[in-house]
Structures are given as structure tokens and as C-alpha cells.
């Protein structure tokens, strides 16, 4: 049975709510206004509802509208999964993997593992995105990224275990709260710079972990969050892996905390979506899960494991 409306028409409507008019849409859209107006209200009239409503001089999703939007949105989304899908099986191998990894994964196995990918498909291209926090979920979200590795497994995924990193409190060891002789409080670290790295997400930004200090310097890269722990402009908690050379040359020094001194962050691998995850996407999946495992295994940690959880689906 063919369906009344058009994919175009649908996309017409998720255009006009996400860019906030039909003005904005038509210029996402590359068309003229007329004809997004004309597509939205062809499709309110074959459906037989309204989808928009006017209050006060604005159009808003009428209930009706936010239940088309939500549907459409999914069938979308499923509709350019399904076209990738069908690229990539015509294709054999993928062209191209599409990665967004939170900086709290150890960056030195995440490139071992895509050089052994590289040594099987040098023609293979990959897009890394470094990310933090909710920057790798959001990727996934939006349909950027193939394969993720995150501490916060989007709502509608499942969440492969990896690893659980470890954080450590440490500074300069020249910075006035090693000189204090004591176990530190958090009172202590209150009178002192904090520096913290920024949440790359766009839409939705996330803070996380102990932010007590009045004065705290916020970046967005991790080298420089790094390096201005070592020039002793703050303290911070750092992935463990992160710094371990920092740590072995003495420019880096735990603090000597009464409490909290090292935090854990659980860490997962997620499939964009796994019925259309391509041979490069599983075969660099198997490659993380192995050198995980060695890794766990050498450390005396347990080895990777996959937690229960939803079904699978695509962005709402």
C-alpha cells in the first residue's frame, strides 16, 4: 500500500520545528519558502489535521504536530540508515568509519587498534571526533558517528563494557597544595584553582565531577588541560592513562587526599546501529575488544562484558 506522504513532505515538517520556522527551514532545506509551506501544508491536509497552531504570533507543534514530528523524525532517521546500509553492503567494505571516542579511553590502544585496521584496508578513511562527556553520545544521536566509546551509553542503546578508567587528584609538584604536610580536605581545595575540560556537546552540556573550587579555568582541549596542570596553574582529576608520563617524569603528582583522592568512570562501546554496522566497523569493535582484554588481563581487572539494556534504535 503506498503511502500518502513523501519523504521530502516529512522532512519538510522536521525542517520547520528544528530550525524554528519555514523561513529558516527553506534555507536548510535549499529550497524556497513557498514550497516548504506548500509540502507541510499538503501533508496536513491529506492527513486531515493541523499540525502547527498559533499562539500569540508564533507557530507551535499542536499535540497533534508533536506526535507527527517525533514519528517522522524516526522514519527519517531510519530512511538514511537504510541508504547507508545498502552503500556500504554495494561497496563491500565501508570508505569511510565514522569514530567519536570520549578522551577518557586510552588514546594509545584506541590508534594501536586503528593501525591494525589500517595494515587490513589502508584505503579505508577514518574520522576520529575526541569528545567529552556527552559529545560521543550526541554524535551518535545525530547520526555522525559509526561506532562510539563513552561513559554515557545514549537513552535507546546498549552499552558494550570495556574498561573501568581511574581518575587521580593530582598537580605540579610545586603547587602550594603539595606544601601543605597533610592529608587535604576539601576546604583545602576550595582556595584553589580547579581546571576542568569542557563538555563537547552542543546541545546538551554536561558537568561532571567534584567542581567545589571558586576558582576554576575551563578548556576544551585535553593537551592544554594537561599542560596547565604541569605549569602549576591547577589542580584537576585526571584519567590515570592520560598522564602516566607526567606522572613516571615528575611533572604530575597525586595529591594526598583524605578522601576521594581517585574516582572510576565505567567506559562503553555502542553501535550506531548494529544490524547496519559494516566489516570495518565490527572488525575495529573485535581489535578494541581484544587489546581491552589484554589490557584488563594485565592490570588484574575483569575482562569486558556486555550489560542488558534496551533495544537498539535510532534517534527519536
Not at 26 to 51: F, R
Not at 102 to 129: H, K, N, S, Y
Not at 258 to 279: I, S
Amino acid at each position: 500500500m503506498d503511502g500518502k506522504i513523501s519523504l521530502s513532505q516529512w522532512r519538510a515538517l522536521i525542517a520547520v520545528v528544528e530550525a524554528g520556522g519555514y523561513a529558516q527551514a527553506a534555507e536548510k532545506l535549499h529550497k524556497t519558502q513557498s514550497t516548504v509551506t506548500y509540502a507541510v501544508q499538503k501533508l496536513e491536509s491529506l492527513l486531515g489535521v493541523k499540525a502547527f497552531e498559533i499562539q500569540g504570533r508564533k507557530a507551535v507543534l499542536s499535540p497533534t504536530g508533536q506526535v507527527l514530528y517525533r514519528r517522522a523524525r524516526a522514519l527519517v532517521d531510519e530512511a538514511e540508515a537504510l541508504e547507508r546500509a545498502a552503500g556500504s553492503l554495494a561497496a563491500g567494505w565501508e570508505p569511510e568509519l565514522r569514530l567519536a571516542v570520549d578522551i577518557v579511553f586510552p588514546t594509545w590502544l584506541l590508534l594501536r587498534c586503528c593501525g591494525r585496521l589500517a595494515e587490513q584496508r589502508p584505503e579505508m578513511r577514518i574520522d576520529l571526533l575526541e569528545s567529552v562527556l556527552d559529545g560521543a553520545g550526541e554524535a551518535l544521536l545525530q547520526g555522525k558517528a559509526d561506532l562510539i566509546i563513552t561513559g554515557i551509553v545514549p537513552p535507546g542503546f546498549i552499552g558494550e563494557h570495556l574498561l573501568r578508567a581511574r581518575f587521580l587528584a593530582v598537580a605540579s609538584p610545586q603547587h602550594p597544595l603539595h606544601q601543605l604536610g597533610r592529608p587535604l580536605t576539601q576546604q583545602d581545595l576550595r582556595r584553589h584553582r580547579q581546571i576542568v575540560i569542557r563538555d563537547s556537546a552542543l546541545q546538551r552540556k554536561r558537568e561532571s565531577g567534584w567542581l567545589g573550587s571558586e576558582q576554576r579555568w575551563t578548556v576544551s582541549h585535553k593537551a592544554t588541560w594537561i599542560h596547565a596542570a604541569t605549569m602549576g596553574l591547577g589542580f584537576s582529576w585526571f584519567p590515570e592513562d592520560s598522564i602516566r608520563e607526567e606522572l613516571r617524569n615528575g611533572e604530575l603528582k597525586p595529591l594526598l587526599m583524605r578522601e576521594g583522592a581517585d574516582r572510576y568512570a565505567d567506559m562503553y562501546l555502542v553501535f550506531g546501529d548494529p544490524d547496519y554496522a559494516g566489516p570495518g566497523a565490527r572488525a575495529l569493535a573485535a581489535m578494541i575488544r581484544e587489546d581491552v582484554s589484554g589490557l584488563c588481563k594485565s592490570r588484574g581487572e575483569p575482562p569486558p562484558t556486555t550489560l542488558p539494556g534496551q533495544k537498539p534504535r535510532r534517534k527519536r
